[in-house]
C-alpha cells in the first residue's frame, strides 16, 4: 500500500535520527522529487530474497534503520515465537555496507538477549545456511543483494532448518517489523539483556569442506583427470577463498584466478553488473582462460549461491551454458552416478522450480526418481526437503537462474559444491573422451532439444509498480490463445491454489501442443516483470526468438 510519503518523511526529520541522515533527506527532496517520492511511498518488504533495495535514507531505502528495525521486529517475533534460549547466525558478503549491517543486525539481536554467531568476515550462503544448522542456532541472516547492481543491499532471513523464510513465517515477521515504527523503538545497545557475540572461522569452514565434499561421487576419474585447466573468477565477491579452497581439497591441481577479480569491492569495478548470467561478467575470465587454454570458465555471483559457467565447444571457443543446461547436465551426470554406485530407490527424488526446463523432468523419469516443481525461489525446493526429511533423500535440485544444490547439508544454494560437481563432472567425461559441451550434445541427443529464454522488463518506481500489475491484470483478462500459432491447451494460473496444490504466486504459464511453454511472474525483489520461455524441437532457437517478440513488445 502506498504510503503518503511527505508525512513519512516528515517524521523522520522530526525523529530520532541522526543530523546526516536528515541531512541527505532534505538534499534529495529538493534534488530529486521522483527518487524522493520513491524513497517514502512504501516501507521495504520481504519478497522471493526477502528484504532488498537501494541504499539510501528512507523507509523504501536499506540503511541502518530499516535494518535496525527489521531486526527488532525478527527479534520480537523469536521471542514470541520460539522457545528456548534463543540464537541466530550471520554472514554477509563484499557489498558496500555490508559489514556495518551486519554488525548492526548482531548488535541488535544481542541487546534483545539472542546470542549471535557471527561469521568473522565475508561468506558466501551456503555457509550461512551451513552454519544454522551446525550450530542448531533458530534463525540466520545474510547481509546481501545477490548479484543486483552496487547501490543496493539486502537482508535475508534463514530459519532453523538452514532455509529461507517461507510463509507464513514470512509474513509473520514482516508483521512485527511493521509494528516498529520509530528507530526508539529499537534496542541498539545492550542493556541488561545481553545475548553475546561469537565469532565463527575456520572450524566452522573445515566443517563444511568435509561434509559438503562427502557428497562427490567419481574420486578414481576425478584423480586420474585432476589436471583439468580450471578459470575461477568470484566476480569481487565472497566465493574468493572457499571456492579455490573446495577444488583444491578436490585435487585439482590446475585453478587460475583473474587477479583483479580476486578483490573483495562492493563497487564491482570490472563488471557492468556481478552477475554470472550477463556474458560480460565472465570476459575477463574467458580471457585468461585463452591464455593459459583451460578447459572451464567458472564465476559465482557475490554471495556465492549461484554460479555460471563457459566451456570450449568443438571449435575450440569458449560457449556459455545457461542455468538450464547447468542444472540438466549436473542433474544427468549426478543420476547416472547414482545409479551406477546403486544408490537409486523409490525414496531418492529431485526438484526443480516451475520456470526452470523441462528437460531436467524428463532426465529424472528416465532414471525412475521423482521430480518434484515448485514456485521460483530456492526456498521452496528448500521445503520440499524439510517436508520429506526422514522420508526420502534429496538427491539434487536447481533453478534456471544459475542455482543448483546437491544433497541436504546446505539447504539453499551452493555455488561452491556446484564448482566442485561440474569440475568432476568434466573428470567423468574426458574419461569417456568427452568435453562438457560435448557431454550436453549427448543428453540433447538422448532426451531431444529444448532451449530457453529469459527478457526482464524493468519498471523502477511507483508508476513501475503499477505498470507490471497491470500487464499481469491484462494477461488474466486476455490470456494468449495461440504461441506461435500452435493452440495454447493450458493456462496455470498460480493464484489458484487449489488448482496448483502450491502457495498462492502472481505466476502464469500457458502450455501449447508443441510443447512449448511462456511463464510470466513479477520479480520478488527487483523493480521487474520477467518473461520465461521454452521452446522444444530442432527449431527451438528460432521459436525462442519469436515467442519473445509476441510476448515482449
Known sequence: MALDYNEVAKTWLEGDFDPETKCKIIELRNSDPAMFEDAFYRNLEFGTGGLRGIMGVGTNRMNKYTVGMATQGLANYMKQHVGGP??????????????????????????????????????????????????????????????????????????????????PVDKEIVAEVAKITDPSMVKFVPGEENGGIELMGKE??????????SLMLSPEVREKHNDIKIVYTPIHGSGVRIVPEALSRLGFKNVYHVPEQDISDGNFPTVISPNPEEPSALKMAIAVADKEGADIVMATDPDA?????AVRDDSGHMVLFNGNQTGSMLTYYILTRWKELGKLDSSKYIVKTIVTTELIAKIAESFGVKCYNVLTGFKYIADVVRRFEGKGEFICGGEESYGFNVGEYVRDKDAPISCCMVAECAAWAAEQGLTLYQLMQKIYAEYG?????????????????????????????????????????KV??????????????????????????????????????KFYFGAAGADADEKISRLKDQFVK
Request: charge should be neutral.
Open 449 to 489: 532439444y529444448r532451449k530457453e529464454g529469459l527478457v526482464s522488463l524493468v519498471r523502477k518506481g511507483k508508476t513501475g509498480a503499477e505498470e507490471i500489475q497491470k500487464i499481469m491484470v491484462d494477461m488474466r483478462a486476455n490470456p494468449p490463445k495461440d504461441l506461435l500459432g500452435s493452440p495454447v491447451i
Open 492 to 529: 496455470v494460473d498460480y493464484l489458484d491454489t487449489e488448482a496448483t496444490g502450491l502457495p498462492k504466486s502472481n505466476v502464469l504459464q500457458f502450455f501449447d501442443e508443441a510443447g512449448d511453454v511462456v511463464s510470466v511472474r513479477p520479480s520478488g525483489t527487483e523493480p521487474k516483470i
Open 305 to 309: 549461491d549461484r554460479m555460471g559457467i
Open 86 to 167: 534463543l540464537s541466530v547466525c550471520i554472514s554477509y558478503d563484499s557489498r558496500n555496507g555490508s559489514k556495518e549491517f551486519a554488525k548492526i543486525t548482531a548488535d541488535v539481536l544481542s541487546a534483545n538477549g539472542i546470542h549471535v554467531y557471527l561469521w568473522e568476515n565475508i561468506r558466501p550462503i551456503p555457509l550461512l545456511s551451513y552454519s544454522v544448522r551446525s550450530k542448531k542456532a533458530n534463525a540466520g541472516v545474510m547481509i546481501t543483494a545477490s548479484h543486483n547492481p552496487k547501490e543496493y543491499n539486502g537482508y535475508k532471513v534463514f530459519w532453523s532448518d538452514g532455509a529461507q523464510i517461507t510463509s
Open 204 to 213: 566452522m569452514d573445515d566443517k563444511y569442506f568435509n561434509d559438503v565434499l
